[in-house]
Every structure is written in C-alpha cells, then in structure tokens.
T-cell receptor, first 114, second 115 residues
Framework: AQSVSQHNHHVILSEAASLELGCNYS??????LFWYVQYPGQHLQLLLK??????LVKGIKGFEAEFIKSKFSFNLRKPSVQWSDTAEYFC????????????FGKGTKLSVKP | DTEVTQTPKHLVMGMTNKKSLKCEQH?????MYWYKQKAKKPPELMFV???????INESVPSRFSPECPNSSLLNLHLHALQPEDSALYLC??????????????FGPGTRLTVL
C-alpha cells in the first residue's frame, strides 16, 4: 500500500530563513508527486507537482521541490520564507495509471515569525 | 476556469436530519472525488467517481451516499450522521485517466457540524 511520511509536524522559522520540508513515500510502482498548501481557513491549493522529467520542479510563490528517486523523497524548499507562508503543507502521491486518488502525508504546519 | 465550487460553505445538522452537499466543476473533468478532513489532519479519501460511475468506496459508512448525476456535478447525501462525522468535506476533480495531467483541483469545502 502507498504511504507518505512528512517528518516535521511543526516548523517555526523567522522571516528570510530558508525552508526545507521533508517528504518520503512508499510505493513499489511509478508515482506522481504533489505538494499542496492550506492557508488558515482556506482550501487546498497546488504548490507544485512532479510527473516526469527534470527532478527539480518549480512551483508558485518561490517554492521548489526535488524528486530523488533513490531515496523515495520529494522535499519542498524555499530560500527565504515570508510571514505569508504560514500555512499547513501537505505532500501527496498518486500512482500513475490509477484513479488519481491522492494519498496525503500528515502535513507540516509552518509558522513564520515576522 | 480551474474552479471547483461547493455548497453550502457551512452546514449544521442534527443526527436525524437529511442533507446534501453539492460539488460542481465545468472543466470537463471526468473524475471526481470526495475527501473528509478532520481538524489538523490530512484529507482522507471517501469516494471516487470516474466517468460518472462509482469506482472507489473507501469503506465509508452507508449514512454517506454519493451521487454523480452528470459529469459536472457530484453530490454527497447525508443521513443519520454522528457527531464524529463533523469535519471539512472536500470535493476535487481531475481530468480523468488518459485525458490530461493527473492533477486534482480542490473545492473550498463544506464545513459540517453534526449536533
């Protein structure tokens, strides 16, 4: 069965600090990988996704993620966070050729201090 | 238009009530999903409809009854719910197998409170 692990439950950073959120997945086949963000009181928004090709993908709002196949990882990064990045971040996977349903990690809450 | 809409935004119901949640998309997507999200938890899949047919039911209790009347609409009928069913109910859509990028677009959700 597929599973997704996010290592950090709650990350607290000051503005301008660099961010890296870890995500590892477990699945024997080929997957699509996603990061979603949920701002307080708002709905899930897609930050970025990886299907194939260049393992370094860039998303919205200055976020990027790197797919490392050998490590089954898809870590999210941002060089300099802002207070407005305070949100819950979810890593998710689905199996290629499946019904597309997503398996989510437990989420990482990011708090950025101004 | 990459929007999935859900109504109502908030719903409060008693355990004996019958209510319905509605989801709509006009992106031509042929896969639609219901997820349940409890506070401080990730979304959990409930149902998947593919080409208007129920393809996945993740062992959801029968007090939740999904319906897909056409390719744009997805309903979730609720009856005899329990207080522990209180959660944010999210709808999502996806182009469908072989029809485009395998990306789900989420609606804003319906926040359900069962008294």
């Amino acid at each position: 069965a597929q599973s997704v692990s996010q290592h950090n439950h709650h990350v607290i950073l000051s503005e301008a600090a660099s961010l890296e959120l870890g995500c590892n997945y477990s699945y024997g086949g080929t997957v699509n990988l996603f990061w979603y963000v949920q701002y307080p009181g708002q709905h899930l928004q897609l930050l970025l996704k990886y299907f194939s090709g260049d393992p370094l993908v860039k998303g919205i709002k200055g976020f990027e993620a790197e797919f490392i196949k050998s490590k089954f990882s898809f870590n999210l990064r941002k060089p300099s966070v802002q207070w407005s990045d305070t949100a819950e971040y979810f890593c998710a996977v689905n199996a290629k050729g499946s019904q597309g349903n997503l398996i989510f990690g437990k989420g990482t809450k990011l708090s950025v201090k101004p | 238009d990459t929007e999935v809409t859900q109504t109502p935004k908030h719903l409060v119901m008693g355990m004996t009530n019958k209510k319905s949640l509605k989801c709509e998309q006009h992106m031509g997507h042929r896969a639609m999903y219901w997820y349940k999200q409890k506070a401080k938890k990730p979304p959990e899949l409930m149902f998947v409809y593919s080409y208007e047919k129920l393809s996945i039911n993740e062992s959801v209790p029968s007090r939740f009854s999904p319906e897909c009347p056409n390719s744009s609409l997805l309903n979730l009928h609720l009856h005899a719910l329990q207080p522990e069913d209180s959660a944010l109910y999210l709808c999502a859509s996806n182009p469908g197998q072989g029809r485009g990028p395998d990306t789900q677009y989420f609606g804003p959700g319906t926040r359900l409170t069962v008294l």
